[in-house]
């Protein structure tokens, strides 16, 4: 019996995917549980590359039940490419079922084009959203007009609701964004589509995950995006507008807060943003450079370069507060080699004498006037991508990797040494405990 999740502990991109799929092997399930196709997460096996944007990172193994939770936001042409994109290279188990939370909220056409306006009319303040339409499709969520997957399956509710909704989007896009309307008709009729696609998948996600709970089976939850793009405790306005922690995976499935057993971390070895806002600990040298070169820094959803810098303990520390984690994987620690000197950020200062050590100033505009306190620990030059045990590496690695511990105060379970499956150490496994 056991319910682990997986959360990224700065601003995405940690190298989720691979551990989702490294830990799937274990579990029965696997369930997003917030975020939608903002997501990119990449697996790597024997060299062949996938990527993934809304589908679970469990999908490559057999004999799973890949969930999409109530909690996300699910853009459904997006959903039925990457089906077809699955099936079409052989990657979609015959015995793994994939199921949607019929309470999951749709993106619709009007929330890409509302996303993309609202980031044009923001000019340099731009957030620099992946325009995936998931701001949009979440305020449509709390404001209580969204249309959920259950609406979908039913052509007249559907209708409805879409009249409703284009009326209110195309007030907003024309009047105050001066854009073109959109047409409710052909939005109709491709949806329609989409419901005769996905009705085989829909199903209530929280009595189907008790049930499993039940039959002692082994559910992982895969995060998406970071604990700092968090919409409560993140770099906010810079944040996504879903809450990423590890908390909101009960939130987003239907499952109890009881029910959980693990909380795993991922931490890039360094940090990188993609998109606005500030970083502490960005690097726009040729240090940056380097990292940004070897580590293959673009997105993996939109493609854009993203921005790099030193490891950053204050975000590192506060996911781990507040998502409650018990164990820290640690990714693309390869990336770091043949670096004479590393840095590691301890801690935040400003010129006022303010100090930053276990959060992240609330207040963006303090945030910004924080520079970082550094130590400084000697690299390594021998390639570890070939390390299969902790001994394996070399000293000045393990000091980095043990220094890295100590400041987060949560014990390392698995270290990363390359994209592929197999090029990963793992120290402690939360299912096999
Ligand atoms: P996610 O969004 O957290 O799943 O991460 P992404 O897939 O967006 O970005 C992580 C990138 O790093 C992907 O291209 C992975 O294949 C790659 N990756 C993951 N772990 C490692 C690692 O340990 N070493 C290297 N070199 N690449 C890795
Ligand atoms: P994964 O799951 C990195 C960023 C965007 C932007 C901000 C808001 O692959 O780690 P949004 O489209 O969500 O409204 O954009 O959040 N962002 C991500 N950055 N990884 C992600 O996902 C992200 N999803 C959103 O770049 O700054
Ligand atoms: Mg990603």
């Not at 936001?73 to 290279?89: A, M």
């Not at 188990?93 to 993106?107: E, M, W």
């Not at 449509?140 to 052509?155: N, Q």
């Not at 085989?200 to 082994?218: C, G, T, Y």
Request: charged share 25%; with cysteine.
């Amino acid at each position: 019996m056991s319910s682990v999740i997986v959360v990224g502990t700065q601003w995405g991109d940690e190298g989720k995917g691979k551990i989702v799929d490294l830990y799937a092997e274990d579990a029965d399930a696997v369930v997003r549980f917030q975020g939608g196709n903002n997501a990119g997460h990449t697996i790597v096996v024997k060299g062949k590359q996938t990527i993934l944007h809304l589908i679970p990172s469990g999908i490559l193994h057999d004999h799973k039940l890949c969930v999409l939770g109530n909690g996300m936001v699910i853009d459904p042409k997006v959903l039925i490419e990457e089906i077809q994109y699955l099936k079409g290279e052989n990657a979609f188990p015959p015995h793994t079922k994939l199921v949607i939370s019929d309470k999951a909220h749709l993106i619709m056409p009007y929330h890409r084009r509302i996303d993309a306006a609202r980031e044009a009319a923001k000019g340099t303040g731009k957030i620099g959203t992946t325009q995936r339409g998931i701001g949009p499709a979440y305020e449509d969520k709390v404001s209580r007009t969204g249309i959920r997957v259950c609406d979908l399956l039913d052509r007249e509710v559907f209708a409805e609701k879409l009249r409703r909704n284009v009326e209110e989007k195309n007030f907003l896009l024309t009047k105050l964004f001066g854009e073109p309307a959109v047409d409710e008709k052909p939005i109709l009729e491709e949806y329609a589509g989409y419901a005769d696609l996905l009705r085989p998948h829909a199903a209530d996600v929280s009595l189907l995950l008790d049930e499993a709970i039940r039959q002692k089976k082994k559910i992982l939850f895969e995060g998406a995006q970071g604990g700092h793009l968090d919409v409560d405790h993140g770099t906010y306005p810079f944040v996504t507008s879903s809450n990423t922690v590890a908390g909101n995976a009960c939130c987003g499935a239907g499952v109890g807060p009881t029910q959980i057993h693990s909380v795993i971390g991922i931490v890039k070895a360094y940090t990188t943003r993609v998109g606005s806002g500030p970083f502490v600990t960005e690097l726009t040298d040729e240090t940056g450079e380097h990292i940004q070169r070897v580590g293959a820094e673009f997105g993996a959803t939109t493609g854009r370069k993203r921005r790099c810098g030193w490891l950053d303990m204050v975000l590192v520390r506060q996911s781990a507060r507040v998502s409650g984690i018990t164990g820290l994987a640690i990714t693309k620690l390869d990336v770091l080699t043949g670096i004479d000197k590393l840095k590691i950020c301890v801690g935040y200062r400003t010129a006022r004498g303010e100090e930053f050590t276990k959060a992240v100033p609330s207040d963006l505009r303090v945030f910004e006037r924080c520079e970082p306190v550094y130590m400084e620990l000697d690299g390594w030059t021998e390639d570890i991508r070939s390390a299969k045990r902790m001994e394996d590496l070399p000293r000045n690695t393990r000091r980095y990797v043990d220094t890295l511990e100590t400041l987060a105060g949560v014990k390392v379970v698995l270290v990363s040494v390359g994209a592929d499956r197999n090029e990963t150490i793992v120290t402690e496994n939360p299912f096999r405990r």
